[in-house]
Structures are given as C-alpha cells and as structure tokens.
T-cell receptor
Framework: ELKVEQNPLFLSMQEGKNYTIYCNYS?????LYWYRQDPGKSLESLFV?????AVKQEGRLMASLDTKARLSTLHITAAVHDLSATYFC??????????????FGTGTLLAVQP | DAGVTQSPTHLIKTRGQQVTLRCSPK?????VSWYQQALGQGPQFIFQ???????QRGNFPDRFSGHQFPNYSSELNVNALLLGDSALYLC???????????????FGPGTRLTVT
C-alpha cells in the first residue's frame, strides 16, 4: 500500500529565508503532484513531476523529483507572507500506467512571519 | 471555459440522513474523481468514474456511492450519515488515464458537509 509522508508538518519561516519541504513515498510511481491549499479553500495545482530528475520552478517555488530515492522536494526561496498556506504532495497510486488515483501526504502548514 | 464546479457550497445534515453532492467537470474532461478531506488532513480518494462506471474505489464503505451522467457530470451520495462524515468533499476532473495530458487534474471548489 502506497504511503506518502511529508515533513515538516509545520514550518514557521521568516520573510526572506529559504527552506525545503520533503515528500517521501513508499512505492514506485509515475507522477507526483504539489498542491497549495488556503484555509477553507480547494486545492491549487502547483507542479506535476513526471520523470526522474524533473525540476520545475514557478516564482519562489521549485520542485524536484528523485524517483530512485522516492523523494520530492519543494524549495522555497526568499519567502514572502503570501506563500503562507498548507502544501500537499500527492502521488499517483500506480506505476507503469497512471490511474489518477492520488494518495496525499499529511500536508505542511507554512507560516511566513514578517 | 468553465472549470470544475461543485454544488452546493455548504450543507448541514443530521445523523442518519442522506446527502447528494454534485460535480461538473472541466470542459473536455471525461473522468471524475471524488475525495474526502477531513479537517487538518490530506484528501482521501473515494472513487473515480469514467463512462458512467465506477473504475476505482478507495477504502470507503458502501454508504458512499456515486453516479456519472452522459454529460460527464457526477454525483456523490452518502447514506446514513455519521458525525465522522463531516468534511470537505472535493471532486477532480481529468481525461481518462492513458490519454495524452491525462496527468492534468483540476479540483473543484469543494462542498463543505457538516453532520450534526
């Protein structure tokens, strides 16, 4: 059974600092997703990573995927208050034929302090 | 181009009652997946519909059932509501896995269900 773990669960950052959120998963998968969720809102898609070594960047966020280590990272550069939210990674539950059945991590609550 | 829509936005029900939630997928998408997100947790997969059939199911009891219509919209039904069914219910639309761009999944705004 696929399990997805994120750490840390809670991250308090100062504006302007850098930090990384880690996502580990237990079985091989074809696809890894990163989502952002604001309080009381739905999920906003940030990145989809489809292959080993994939790296994607958007603004102050950069995501990478190492399928051999079953590890993805979400790196935050020079954090600003607007990045405060909960971040989820999710992994497609199948390998060799994606199913679009996503298994989500526990989420990382990011609070950026001035 | 309308994105994924869900109705209603909020719903309050009493234990033992039944509820129906609705989802219309993004234009061009043919697959709908439903997720339950309890407070403070990540979403959990309930089931997925394609061609009006349930294709995959997560670890949810038979009280949770669904339907997909010819226009690809979908309903989630929950019978005999329990307090623990209180959650945000999200639907996600996509193309059927195996087709190009099927990795693109879009989530709707969600329905907040409160069971009292």
């Amino acid at each position: 059974e696929l399990k997805v773990e994120q750490n840390p669960l809670f991250l308090s950052m100062q504006e302007g600092k850098n930090y990384t959120i880690y996502c580990n998963y237990s079985t091989t998968s074809d696809r890894l997703y990163w989502y952002r969720q604001d309080p009381g809102k739905s999920l906003e898609s940030l990145f989809v990573l489809l292959s080993n070594g994939a790296v994607k960047q958007e603004g102050r966020l950069m995501a990478s995927l190492d399928t051999k280590a079953r590890l993805s990272t979400l790196h935050i550069t020079a954090a600003v208050h607007d990045l405060s939210a909960t971040y989820f990674c999710a992994v497609d539950s199948s390998y060799g034929g994606a199913t679009n059945k996503l298994i989500f991590g526990t989420g990382t609550l990011l609070a950026v302090q001035p | 181009d309308a994105g994924v829509t869900q109705s209603p936005t909020h719903l309050i029900k009493t234990r033992g009652q039944q509820v129906t939630l609705r989802c219309s997928p993004k234009s061009g998408h043919d697959t709908v997946s439903w997720y339950q997100q309890a407070l403070g947790q990540g979403p959990q997969f309930i089931f997925q519909y394609y061609e009006e059939e349930e294709r995959q199911r997560g670890n949810f009891p038979d009280r949770f059932s669904g339907h997909q219509f010819p226009n690809y919209s979908s309903e989630l039904n929950v019978n005999a509501l329990l307090l623990g069914d209180s959650a945000l219910y999200l639907c996600a639309s996509s193309l059927i896995p195996g087709t190009p761009s099927s990795y693109e999944q879009y989530f709707g705004p969600g329905t907040r269900l409160t069971v009292t």
